[in-house]
């Protein structure tokens, strides 16, 4: 019998949530699914490149809208026809994901006030149309 002693190490992040201007809100996200194949590697989730830990990260603050075709959500883009361009609200946490993952959950926060300069990917408030449907963010 041989044994073979391993060690593993598990990582640890914590939340980066430096575009959070506030606290309002943050107790009442919604679910919401995000369909990843609209999302950029680098710009809203940092794709894993250890094989020790494939896990990649969702991040949070990125903006998103509601696919009106599917239900789930993607990217807010003010110029998109497919129900995008309607800002429903931000990620909320940061969420892992594993290779080859097509939905993910996440939370949304879809009112309260967050800081424009510091959402990943950017956002342009201007492009923003406000809406008795849409998100109630404030962006500072």
Known sequence: MSLQPFTTVQASYTAQR???ASLHGT?????????????????????????????????????????????????FNPTATDGTQLLAGVVFAEVPFAPGAARLPAALL???????????????????????TSAQIRFV
């Open 18 to 20: 430096d575009w959070l």
């Open 27 to 75: 107790d009442q996200t919604e679910t919401i699914t995000l369909d990843l194949s609209k999302f950029t590697a680098n710009t809203h989730y940092v794709a894993s490149t250890d094989t020790d830990q494939p896990y990649s990260r969702f991040l949070s603050g990125v903006p998103v809208g509601k696919i009106t075709a599917s239900g789930l959500y993607g990217p």
């Open 110 to 132: 879809w009112h309260g006030v967050v800081k424009a300069a510091k959402v990943p990917g950017g956002i342009d408030p201007t492009k923003v149309t406000p809406s008795s």
